[in-house]
């Protein structure tokens, strides 16, 4: 059983920067590839970023790329997103997510997710 706690969230104007963290409990972040996923009212959920289990290998949403960067601490057992150039657009809940295996470029299956977090709210003002 893996425990996932988003912080980090907030409202930010538009072109500013946040940094998600995402603290796992449990057991050893490093036995996973993990995700970043959002989800906008009304819409449904969009993958935004993966990285394998060692950090070396990442993966981006084309609608992310190039202002986002996902990143990890495996000692510290804690992953990271950090968004710059952020986008009204960009509004949503974000979580994390353990991820079932490294799924390439087809991250919106429904089984490449395993534990989930509870989501951190980030609003972009325009």
């Known amino acids: 059983q893996v425990q996932l706690v988003e912080s980090g969230g907030g409202l930010v104007q538009a072109g500013g920067s946040l940094r998600l963290s995402c603290a796992a409990s449990?057991?050893?972040?490093?036995?996973?590839?993990m995700a970043w996923l959002r989800q906008a009212p009304g819409k449904e959920r969009e993958f935004v970023a993966a990285?394998?289990?060692?950090?070396?290998?990442?993966y981006y949403a084309d609608s992310v790329k190039g202002r986002f960067t996902i990143s990890r601490d495996n000692a510290k057992n804690t992953m990271y997103l950090q968004m710059n150039s952020l986008k009204p657009e960009d509004t949503a809940v974000y979580y994390c997510?353990?991820?079932?295996?490294?799924?390439?470029?087809?991250?919106?299956?429904?089984?490449?997710?395993?534990?989930w977090g509870q989501g951190t709210q980030v609003t972009v003002s325009s």
């Open positions: 997510a353990t991820a079932t295996g490294w799924y390439g470029s087809n991250w919106e299956r429904n089984d490449a997710y395993g534990y």
């Open positions: 449990g057991r050893t972040l490093s036995n996973y590839d």
């Open positions: 990285s394998s289990w060692s950090g070396s290998i990442t």
